[in-house]
């Protein structure tokens, strides 16, 4: 199976440590995405459902690098800050989601980062040429 790793201009620079994403399999495994600004590299956001959108949209253009998009997200991982976060959280996923929403786990972010309320990572399917 080959493996192809997936980066995209319209996002900040990845780090050498991670890809944005790899695609194998059929699928694009994104990495954990915190909602920066593809412009400036700054946190957006001062609530949760600002960056939650953010998160989202950096996570778009990371599948559409790939050549899919959130319609076909199988699985997505939610990490947040604080536990009071999460129905804010959901208020914003439902914005991006009303219908056919991707399986979602979640967890606590394991090292405070100031003013990062999220991260996810996200599994989607390569759309069918």
Do not use: C
């Amino acid at each position: 199976m080959s493996r192809e790793i997936v980066s995209s201009t319209a996002l900040p620079k990845a780090s050498p440590y991670f890809s944005h994403a790899v695609k194998a399999g059929g699928l694009v495994f994104v990495s954990g995405t915190a909602p920066y600004s593809p412009e400036t590299g700054e946190l957006v956001g001062i609530s949760i459902q600002e960056q939650t959108a953010q998160a989202l949209r950096n996570i778009a253009a990371i599948l559409e690098a790939a050549g899919t998009d959130l319609d076909r997200a199988v699985s997505a991982t939610v990490i947040l800050a604080e536990e009071e976060d999460f129905a804010g959280m959901n208020e914003e996923w439902l914005r991006w989601f009303p219908a056919r929403p991707p399986a979602r786990q979640g967890a606590k972010l394991p090292v405070k980062v100031p003013g990062l309320k999220i991260s996810i990572a996200m599994i989607a399917m390569i759309a069918e040429e």
